[in-house]
């Protein structure tokens, strides 16, 4: 006969097996679960798409512009097409009927678009055409196709945000910043943008509309979150994207994509009708805060978005944000400015192309009159610590609660297992990853995990404490804009982003100091650029495996550089961005070859 504790061990045991067991089934089911809602809306979408290609080719189709035209409107900048408007060179019609045809060819191939409404959009285009009022000054973006980002609520569209199991929930309203696109006359939302799961790393892809590619080389992601808003843009799908960005979820895809991206202020605009990974869609953490822009082909398509969102309306509709219209001005301002620039954060050091694009944006911005000096960041490990610190501090409980039993996508696996460490193990592990080499791991691991309100205050403290020494240093030294690369890297290969969250340091750190940030596309990866090193060599880790891996063949690539002014100061970012842009040569100006071989003609 067995011993007592013999009999409490098995009965233990069997109980620890019988609990996994349960776990793994209950698993299973959603996932199926999951899988089915996913196969359910992809195929009503894939049905209405081929609804919608019927109706643009039957009813529409003695409206398509010959083929010169139809190239015009596909390479033109919203700008452009407004000019092309208004001295009917062709009509409202055209513009979204060839851009409608060319998302259906671009979303089929590159997967980087959700819900479709073409036939809407052209319903207000033939409305346009028949209104022979000149009111163009009154619209500032009448009759311009506009994409939206899959969480940013639109009447009749899922605001699903990449997760299966919120699909056919259609919101009832406009968000607020696509009721302002729209009282400009936009057609906002002709066509929605793909998104990761629940939007927390800079990757496109979903159990719904698989994985987005990016229009540079298909081995590589378009970034994120608001890559399905980088891909289209840079497709020729669309000459603005509405996406929102965190931890530069505008500025990485901008920057993969090799197109403009405009993270404003946060506080500046709404985030009504904006979903968020929450169970109760509402934001619970709010001292990292999320914000909408714009990502464009050039830099005044986003100076349009950003009119046309600080309107009355706005301030009207979303009492808590400060009553700050667009100052003309200040855009147009000529004077000369102290830019600080880096090359190198000191946590994630830069691939060659990144360090070269700022250089040679440094000596571009010289040559305009500017007084352009090195700067050297503070303490990026602490903006890291503070914004994964911050952000995590409910261990991902409402992350992972938002995906309703869904299960998360394995790219989230080294964040998720980190958040879910117990907090008595941490600072053993850190201590021993930090001995192997797993320096910017280790910071993760001590950073991220679930925190008591005590501990949460004193992240809070520190947050303000860090923002007050970076705006007190760039006082100090008379910096009015920061130069720097927008990522260590250019586009991740697809599944890297787990592991090289870190390389987003460069973003990351302004949206910890909630300053406004800007993307210019500067050059691309050269043939001598293709490999990467740590300089230093401060890390032995993942991540520098798999930055090699991602300079590996990266030849061609886009890399842009960052521009990040004060608080508020939107408008002086922008103002050098387009100096910037009027500048150097018309890199961004050269689509890539997929772009190229859309043809909307064939089939």
């Known amino acids: 006969m067995l011993p007592i504790y013999s009999w409490s061990i098995s009965i233990v045991a069997g109980l620890f097996i019988l609990n996994w067991c349960r776990n793994r089934l209950k698993q299973s089911n959603y996932r199926s679960i999951a899988n089915e809602r996913a196969q359910r809306k992809r195929q009503a979408r894939d049905k209405h798409r081929e609804e919608l290609l019927h109706l643009l080719r039957t009813k529409y189709s003695t409206k398509l512009p010959d083929r010169s035209i139809v190239e015009r409107i596909a390479r033109s900048t919203a700008v452009e097409l407004l000019d092309g408007l208004e001295k009917n060179e062709f009509t409202y019609t055209q513009v979204i009927l060839v851009l409608s045809l060319r998302s259906i060819k671009i979303g089929k191939e590159i997967n980087c678009t959700t819900e479709e409404f073409f036939d809407q959009a052209i319903e207000y285009a033939e409305q346009f055409d028949k209104d022979h009022t000149n009111n163009h000054e009154k619209f500032s973006l009448k009759g311009i196709p506009i994409s939206i980002k899959d969480h940013i609520d639109q009447k009749g569209a899922d605001s699903s945000m990449g997760i299966a199991m919120k699909n056919f929930r259609p919101s009832l309203k406009d968000s607020l910043i696509v009721q302002l696109l729209k009282e400009q006359g936009a057609l906002a939302g002709f066509v929605r943008t793909s998104t990761i799961q629940g939007m927390m790393l800079p990757e496109t892809e979903n159990e719904t ?109 979303d009492p808590h944000l400060c009553r700050q219209p667009w100052r003309d001005e200040r855009f147009q301002d ?129 947050l303000k404490n860090y923002m007050n020494t970076w705006l007190d240093d760039l006082r100090k030294n008379k910096i009015d804009l920061l130069l720097t690369p927008v990522n260590a890297l250019p586009a991740f290969r697809r599944g890297q982003s787990g592991h090289l969250f870190n390389a987003c340091s460069y973003t990351c750190l302004f949206n910890v100091l909630h300053l406004p940030a800007g993307v210019v596309p500067m050059t691309l990866v050269r043939d001598d650029e293709q490999y990467y090193e740590d300089i230093g060599h401060l890390n032995n880790d993942i991540a520098l495996s798999m930055a090699k891996e991602t300079c590996r063949q990266s030849a061609g690539l886009p890399v842009g550089v960052q521009l990040v002014g004060w608080p ?26 997929f772009a190229e071989t859309i043809d909307i003609f064939t089939d």
């Open 334 to 462: 000529k004077k000369r400015l102290t830019i600080g620039f880096y090359t190198n954060d000191n946590w994630f050091p830069p691939a060659p192309a990144c360090i070269r694009a700022v250089n040679e944006a440094a000596d571009a911005l010289r040559k305009l009159g500017h007084t352009v000096i090195p700067y050297t960041p503070i303490n990026v490990q602490e903006a890291m610590r503070l914004i994964l610190g911050i952000i995590g501090a409910d261990g991902a409980a409402h992350f992972l609660e938002s995906l309703e039993n869904e299960p998360y996508n394995p790219i989230y696996k080294p964040l998720v297992y980190a958040a879910k460490l117990p907090n008595f193990l941490r600072p053993f592990l850190a201590r021993l990853m930090c001995i192997v080499g797993e320096r910017r791991n280790a910071n993760t691991v001590r950073s991220i995990g679930s925190k008591s309100a005590y501990e949460y205050f004193d992240l809070i403290i520190d």
């Open 568 to 593: 508020n100061d939107d408008e002086r970012v922008l103002c050098v961005m387009k100096e910037l842009e009027s500048s150097i040569e018309k890199i961004q100006s050269r689509m890539s070859k």
């Open 209 to 317: 509309y698989g994985i987005a590619t990016n229009p540079f080389n298909s081995t590589r992601t378009t970034g994120g979150s608001s890559g399905g808003c980088g891909a289209l843009v840079a497709s020729c799908g669309t000459p603005i994207s509405i996406g929102t960005d965190i931890g530069g979820s505008i500025r990485i895809p901008a920057h993969f994509c090799g197109i403009f991206g405009f993270k404003p202020t946060p506080g500046r605009i709404s985030n009504i009708g904006v979903t968020v990974p929450s169970p109760k869609n509402i934001p619970g953490e709010t001292n990292i805060r999320a914000t909408a822009g714009p990502l464009a082909r050039c830099t005044d398509d986003l100076v349009l978005v950003m009119r046309s969102f600080l309107q009355e309306n706005l301030w009207h509709n």
